[in-house]
């Protein structure tokens, strides 16, 4: 194969939320004092497969010193920047109903470097307020304050029926990708990066535990 | 191997996960009058690996037909027996703050079986008050309304400091399973199934593909 034709594997999305898992297990060792921790020891210690840990970090390099393992800080500062946690991201949260407010004030975003850096609202009655500092803007002004604050990320908070418009509002305003909340299907172009979060997923792998159990 | 012996295959997680999203799919397939859809169809159409569904299925059955590929509502009744959502789950919910409240408006669980009977929450202006006919009541009332219900899933979605001495509480009333979105780690007998909920997870997902494209 040429040179210019080779492309690095794809990296299943799968082993990159697996290696914010490990971020947080070096963070807890690096708390507790570890200086150095072999897979097996993590896997151990975390409940975690180390065959499957050796696998996600090799995408990245190798890590791992024969006969001492990883080091931990040096391992954590690897992953949070292969994660692009090593710098601050500004976040657009669209709707600031019930679940936008609850994201608003959620403590696991600012502790990764994710800043909610504006709150887009309709409602006439928010418009124009401030919350912790930050300004809640409506969705005519969206565009302008998403290039004033060079945000690249949104999370979408809002009713189902407003999602997919809103969404196409937030990429033309130049919005890379969007966390969507809203339990419907957007449409994007294949350029931007989009998550859905289907908070009933997680209750359902409970119940199939349990409906297992009773039988 | 004797009979009694016998162990079936430990199921991964991930395969839960999916088992969930094929459900969606095929729900989506059914409103749009679709009847039989092969695993390669199922693939294509909604970005899964036709490969994975085959394995993921096989865990649990033969659910194809040769020259057919499988049938749309008799697979989807399948995976929502599995998943124990061909039945209601009483859900307690604890803690009524922002996100509290913001779950216990998220249409997503009701629409999958999960019916929250009961609020838990020890502020006193909140006691005693119903929210759409779910009474909140104190912790020290938590066992007595859990039992009564027959309540074995709740979700934690009280401040981190909490998080622990509440699941106690839960587990000595009867609970099976906990969702939790605390961001705290949490122990747990081994025979209780807990899934921590960390939202930004889905965020880092996001910076990295973010962060690659920059570089």
Redesign the interface.
């Known amino acids: 194969m040429a040179r210019s034709n080779y492309r690095p594997p794809k990296i299943p ?2 082993t ?2 697996r ?3 490990y971020t ?1 297990c070096l963070v ?1 060792l690096e708390e507790d004092g570890v200086k150095t921790v072999s897979s097996t020891e993590l896997a151990e210690r975390f409940s975690l497969n180390s065959a499957q840990v050796r696998k996600d970090l090799a995408y990245f390099g190798e890590f791992g010193v024969r006969g001492i393992g990883y080091y931990v800080s040096g391992l954590k500062a690897e992953l949070k920047r ?4 090593d ?1 601050e ?1 500004a ?1 657009a949260l669209v709707g600031f ?3 936008g ?3 608003f ?5 600012g ?4 800043r909610i850096a504006v709150v887009i609202d309709d409602d006439p009655g928010k418009i124009g307020r401030e919350v912790d500092g930050v300004p809640i803007v409506s969705s005519r002004d969206m565009a302008r304050e998403i290039k004033a604050r060079a945000v ?2 949104a ?1 979408v908070a809002v009713p ?1 029926e407003a999602a997919q418009i809103v969404t196409e509002q937030l990429v033309a305003a130049g919005i ?4 969507n909340f809203a ?1 419907t ?1 957007l449409r994007v172009a294949r350029d931007i ?1 989009l ?1 859905n ?17 009773g039988r």
């Open positions: 999305e799968m990159i939320r290696l914010s898992v947080r807890q292969i994660l692009g946690l710098r991201w976040v109903g019930n679940l407010s609850a994201l004030h959620y403590k696991g975003f502790r990764q470097g994710f690249q990320i999370i189902p890379k990708a969007v966390l339990p299907r990066r998550k979060v289907d908070l009933s997923i997680e209750l359902e792998t409970l119940s199939f535990y349990l409906a297992k159990g």
